[in-house]
């Protein structure tokens, strides 16, 4: 069977500031920086990903927490 996707396009993550959230996906992931507002910061993954993270602030936020299941 051939697979019905071709990429990600976008991927949208919650954040409490898109600011603070911006430079640490600068430093931890490598991640560039294509613009902030005072909403949301799109980055690129990668120069050559079509692949966009939006980080979109938002109201109540509520952190993840993921059990250790060693993957990785």
Same mark, same amino acid.
């Given at each position: 069977? =051939? #697979?019905?996707?071709?990429?990600? $396009? !976008?991927? +949208? &993550?919650? &954040?409490? /500031?898109? =600011?603070?959230?911006?430079?640490? *996906?600068? $430093?931890?992931? @490598? +991640? ?6 005072? /909403?949301?910061?799109?980055?690129? &993954?990668? $120069?050559? #990903? !079509? ?8 109201? %109540?936020? =509520?952190?993840? *927490? +993921?059990? /250790? %299941?060693? +993957? @990785?």
């Amino acid at each position: 069977m =051939q #697979s019905l996707l071709h990429g990600v $396009e !976008a991927i +949208f &993550i919650p &954040i409490k /500031d898109p =600011q603070l959230s911006a430079k640490w *996906y600068e $430093e931890k992931l @490598g +991640f560039k920086l294509l613009y902030i507002e005072e /909403d949301a910061a799109v980055m690129k &993954i990668a $120069e050559r #990903s !079509a692949t966009v993270v939006c980080l979109v602030k938002t109201e %109540n936020h =509520q952190p993840l *927490y +993921f059990p /250790d %299941n060693h +993957f @990785g």
